[in-house]
């Protein structure tokens, strides 16, 4: 095993596959300020990156709740340097108006000067006390949907509602392991055991979520939830992005008849197309992970048509 072709090569286990790392800040915001940090307008602003699947889910939820206005957003360079995520101005990309950070890792280091983890996105900061309240995407998604609703545009229906929780959380447990960071544990592998492992589990899952959705619309039945939003940002990025660079390429999302239509139906939701940035998407991977694609070259395809009509309407009594 080379750790060197690993782009992160302390998140490797000893047969050569990728162990991500835990999220090191785990702080809530409330609604009642319970947590000592209550949802306020004006108080967070969020750094995202849009080329990142997990960051993409907070803009996503950011977008639908309406709360552009209450929560403020950094968007950083797709194309990490030697230094990390870099804060910048550029095409899609924004600077710093709260703190003035040249790179996300300033946040990090005044949040915690004992951090030595790898410097992710999202992140959710706080800027009463000046520190990162939260980086792990599926905690802060969840802050969105339901502890901002005094100020959101869109406070409703919930994504989690407290009903399907235990549901929600089921479905997410089959899906993170095996195709969100599945994809991942395909691309980041460095020994040919670990990628096979990976690409059997990534394309199990993707028959089992293929039959699923052939009787419901969307994955627990007629309506969109936060399962759906979760699945969504992994599938998005698919067939651009995984079956080649990270050799995902049993088939394509669109040679899935269901999860091809499922993901059009999601992307020609109200505001989510705007959300998804294939220029920051592709440079991101093809230009960052030097280790799997030394060239740099960002290819040109795929031909992609996300507005052809989704035939989902009458999937499992509809929408």
Same mark, same amino acid.
């Given at each position: 095993?080379?750790? &060197? ?6 998140e /490797? ?13 785990r702080?809530?915001? &409330?609604?009642d300020?319970s ?6 307008p004006?108080r ?7 080329a990142?699947?997990?960051?993409? !889910?907070?803009?996503?939820?950011r977008?639908l ?8 957003m &950094? $968007? $950083?360079?797709?194309e ?15 600077? +710093?108006?709260?703190? #003035? ?7 990090y280091r005044?949040s915690?000067p ?6 992710t ?7 009463v006390? #000046?520190?990162i ?15 901002f ?5 869109h406070?409703? =229906? /919930?994504l989690?509602p ?11 447990a089959?899906?993170? =392991?095996?195709?969100?960071n599945?994809v991942?544990?395909?691309?980041? @592998? ?6 096979e492992? @990976?690409f059997?589990?990534l ?5 089992v /979520?293929? !039959? ?6 969307? *994955?627990?039945?007629?309506r969109?939830t ?12 698919? +067939?651009?992005?995984?079956v080649g660079h990270f050799?995902?390429?049993?088939? !394509?999302i669109?040679?899935h008849?269901?999860l091809?239509?499922y *993901?059009?139906d999601?992307?020609?939701q ?5 959300? $998804? ?10 230009? &960052?992970?030097?280790t799997?694609? =030394? ?5 040109? #395809?795929?031909?992609?048509d ?8 009458a999937?499992?009594g #509809?929408?």
């Amino acid at each position: 095993m080379s750790e &060197t072709a690993a782009p992160f090569p302390k998140e /490797l286990d000893a047969d050569g596959g990728f162990r991500r790392q835990e999220s090191a800040f785990r702080d809530r915001v &409330t609604a009642d300020g319970s947590s000592g940090f209550p949802a306020a307008p004006g108080r967070y602003h969020l750094y995202v990156s849009l080329a990142c699947p997990w960051a993409h !889910r907070t803009v996503i939820y950011r977008a639908l709740r309406g709360l552009e206005d209450v929560i403020s957003m &950094t $968007v $950083v360079d797709p194309e990490r340097d030697e230094r990390g995520w870099a804060i910048r101005e550029g095409e899609g990309n924004t600077p +710093d108006p709260v703190n #003035g950070f040249g790179h996300l890792s300033e946040a990090y280091r005044r949040s915690d000067p004992s951090f030595e983890g790898r410097v992710t996105v999202p992140v959710l900061w706080d800027t009463v006390t #000046g520190r990162i309240v939260n980086n792990e995407s599926a905690e802060i998604i969840r802050m969105l949907d339901r502890e901002f609703a005094a100020f959101a545009r869109h406070p409703g =229906p /919930l994504l989690c509602p407290p009903d399907l929780e235990a549901e929600i959380d089921e479905v997410n447990a089959f899906v993170y =392991p095996n195709v969100n960071n599945g994809v991942y544990r395909c691309g980041f @592998a460095v020994t040919q055991r670990a990628y096979e492992q @990976a690409f059997a589990a990534l394309f199990g899952a993707l028959e089992v /979520l293929e !039959r699923r959705l052939a009787d419901r619309r969307y *994955l627990l039945g007629p309506r969109i939830t936060e399962s759906d939003w979760r699945l969504f940002t992994t599938l998005v990025r698919f +067939d651009p992005v995984y079956v080649g660079h990270f050799k995902c390429n049993l088939r !394509r999302i669109s040679d899935h008849p269901n999860l091809s239509g499922y *993901l059009r139906d999601l992307y020609q939701q109200p505001g989510i197309a705007a959300t $998804v940035d294939l220029d920051h998407i592709k440079r991101h991977y093809y230009r &960052t992970h030097l280790t799997i694609n =030394p060239t740099r070259i960002v290819p040109v #395809g795929p031909e992609l048509d996300w507005d052809a009509p989704h035939g989902r309407d009458a999937v499992g009594g #509809g929408g």
